[in-house]
């Protein structure tokens, strides 16, 4: 297995960047997540990693050693396509056994292997079918089965799910979970889906605009975004995001709402927004809204209020047009056109600064 | 599923049963189709089958009139055609009769007061045309399929116009630059060789199986030869064994195509051959004969003419139908 190392790398097509200048490394036995909406340039950071993109500079070391301008063929990675790649004129079972071909593997090794890892994806049944004939899911499982068979050093894996219908994506998405567990090999895996990057990555990195936002756990990007793209791109729905003005540890929403600001953010907060005259974007999650009739802080009026099955996502309007949302239980319902009057969750308020719209930290983060 | 909601009247309509083919007008309709399909059939192949008959015809059969459909068949027409013969004198003809060990194209001769002198050159020059249409074809899709993919795959400088050039080729009517090639052939020693006729033929198909075969390695999907190049094959390997056997319908088409106008061609063999290279169709019309068209032999050198490239295409039918890589790459 291997570790994967990105030193600056950077790839333009013509004047325009594909992937700004870019560091990361990826620890062994890592399942990292590429996240961001189409054309952040996280595919072309993943065919990069294959050798299939030529980088336009920086270099790439896989276990330490220098690969950039290595062929694909030479660099030990499997990859795993959205569309599958099958060879719809080999069966299955040629199309698993086609990279061990290009190694040179004698017959019986290959028949065991084969046999090895169709166990594995429970495809036996299938192998003498050709690609045509299997529905999605097998076709996945048949690709994901030509990637492992070769026990590559990495894994890298372009939205291998993206083909899918929902039901199976849900299984497959498992599946491939659960692979990674057992063979604790290292994987890339690109995806526009945040669930589906919550769900599997050890981290994630979010891209955008050919620029990483952020890199971090998935507990890391939800709860402390970078900036305020992370903030609005993870989590369904984003971060509520406020514009309010800061002054003596209280931050003021539109409609009279009000923030007590808690005691570490405070300095940070004096020192970031002298530019801003004291301006400021509140963030929270649906989750960090408290109905607090009693004595709340923040009054609103209810604009809308969805059953979802499990819960009931509020729509609250603080202001004209300035709309946040709350997750309520699903016993209560709040007629529409109501006053509500909430609590914010202090350790879940954070603040960005709406000029760089980077987030401000709290004292004693670090950052 | 509509047809399953709301069922029709007498008819049982299940998921296997398509609902177009169990009422009674679509019925009638397929029927109809059917009819026109054979009707044309029928008169696109009429003058085909009049050449097949027309070469088992006797000279009088050939071209009486009206025509005759019912007549006895005889072989006169391939005799003519791949013997040269000579005029008896009506001594010689008495002389020839007297003989015994005369075989059947001999008799066959003497009925028209001829004696057979020895072969003629069609069969040479029908062995010329298979090497040279094989030949070119064989170069044009081998060289039109590597360009074709380096077009497909990989940033060629000036791309758009170098395709532009190619297609270029096919926008003069051939013939034009007839007379030109005739001098350049002429003058560096191509002329009536079996290397100049491939090489022209080449060229003339190259540019027409370079869009062609572009078209259809377009539709290959690039992830096929990046899977194959991470799992450990050289460029050159997936070509041969990832694009080769997806491409193979086009490379059938191409073929077909390539062969049938290199077969064809005329104007071109007539002006650069004349003894060694000389290929098949310039020469059927000398079978016309000298005194009185002998129609026979005519429709007989035309028929041979012809098998060649219907078993090509014959065999070469399943890939021109089958649609290879359907199903194995969905397009979300």
């Known amino acids: 297995m291997a570790t994967i190392e990105l030193r600056q790398v950077e790839k333009k097509f013509g004047e325009a960047h594909a992937v700004k200048p870019l560091d990361m490394t990826i620890k062994d036995g890592e399942f990292i997540v590429l996240l961001g ?232 907060l004096e020192n970031a927004l002298k530019d801003t005259n004291g301006e400021v974007i509140v963030g929270f999650r649906p989750e960090a809204l408290r109905a607090n009739a009693e004595n709340g802080s923040c009054n609103a009026k209810v604009y809308a209020d969805d059953l979802h099955g499990g819960f009931s996502m509020l729509h609250l309007e603080l202001a004209d047009g300035i709309i946040v949302h709350g997750r309520m239980g699903r016993d209560v319902s709040y007629p529409i056109g109501t006053h509500f009057i909430f609590d914010i969750e202090p350790s879940m308020i954070r603040f960005f600064h709406p000029k760089t719209e980077m987030a401000i930290h709290a004292n004693g983060s670090g950052q | 599923m509509a047809a399953t909601s709301q069922p029709q009247p007498g008819y049982y309509v299940n998921y296997s049963t398509r609902v177009d083919k169990v009422g009674l007008r679509p019925r009638i309709n397929t029927a109809i189709r059917a009819i026109i399909a054979v009707i044309i059939t029928i008169i696109v192949l009429i003058p085909v089958v009049w050449l097949g008959m027309t070469a088992f015809k006797s000279r009088p059969d050939a071209v009486a009139s009206p025509p005759r459909v019912f007549f006895e068949p005889t072989i006169e027409g391939f005799v003519f055609l791949l013997t040269d013969r000579r005029q008896l004198s009506e001594s010689e003809i008495a002389e020839y009769r007297e003989r015994t060990d005369l075989s059947l194209p001999d008799q066959i001769v003497l009925e028209r007061g001829q004696a057979i002198i020895g072969q003629s050159d069609f069969g040479r020059q029908l062995l010329n045309s298979l090497i040279i249409a094989g030949a070119s074809t064989f170069f044009s899709v081998f060289f039109g399929l590597l360009s074709a993919y380096a077009f497909s795959r990989f940033d060629v400088p000036g791309k758009d116009d170098l395709l532009f050039f190619i297609l270029s080729q096919r926008m003069l009517p051939a013939v034009v630059v007839s007379i030109p090639v005739f001098l350049m052939y002429r003058e560096v020693g191509l002329h009536d060789t079996h290397f100049g006729m491939i090489l022209l033929y080449t060229s003339f198909n190259l540019s027409f199986s370079v869009w062609l075969l572009k078209g259809f390695i377009d539709e290959i999907p690039r992830e096929y030869e990046e899977a194959a190049l991470v799992d450990g094959y050289t460029r050159l390997q997936a070509f041969r064994k990832i694009v080769l056997p997806q491409a193979v319908t086009g490379i059938a088409a191409t073929t077909v195509f390539a062969l049938i106008f290199s077969w064809n061609e005329y104007a071109f063999a007539l002006f650069l051959t004349s003894n060694v290279a000389r290929t098949a169709p310039p020469s059927i019309p000398t079978r016309l004969g000298t005194g009185g068209i002998e129609w026979a032999a005519v429709a007989a050198g035309s028929l041979a003419f012809l098998i060649p490239v219907v078993i090509v295409t014959f065999a070469l039918r399943k890939h021109l139908l089958r649609g290879v890589t359907f199903g194995a790459i969905r397009k979300g």
């Open chain 1, 37 to 268: 909406p189409s054309g952040c340039g996280k595919t072309t950071t993943l065919r990069m990693i294959s050798g299939l993109e030529a980088v336009t500079s920086g270099n790439i070391f896989l276990n330490g050693r220098d690969v950039t301008w290595l062929h694909p063929s030479e660099r030990d990675i499997a990859f795993v396509f959205q569309f599958f790649a099958l060879y719809s004129h080999m069966t299955a079972r040629e199309n698993i056994a086609f990279p061990l071909q290009a190694q040179g593997e004698n017959k019986a090794e290959i028949t065991r292997r084969v046999a090895e890892v169709s166990n594995m994806l429970k495809i036996e049944h299938i192998l003498n079918q050709r690609p045509g004939s299997l529905s999605g899911g097998d076709q996945q499982r048949v690709a994901l089965a030509r990637a492992l068979v070769r026990k590559p050093a990495a894994f890298l894996m372009d939205e291998p799910l993206g083909a899918l219908d929902a039901e199976f994506r849900e299984t497959m998405r498992a599946e491939i979970k659960q692979l990674h567990l057992r063979q604790h090999a290292t994987t890339v895996y690109v995806t526009h889906d945040q669930i589906e990057a919550m769900a599997m990555g050890d981290r994630i990195v979010i891209m955008s605009n050919a620029v990483v936002q952020q890199i971090g756990t998935p507990a890391e990007v939800y709860h402390d975004p970078a900036n305020l793209f992370v903030a609005r791109f993870i989590g369904s729905p984003g971060m509520n995001l406020v514009k309010g003005q800061y002054a003596n540890g209280i931050v003021n929403l539109p409609g009279g709402s009000k923030i007590d600001v808690p005691t570490l953010y405070r300095q940070r």
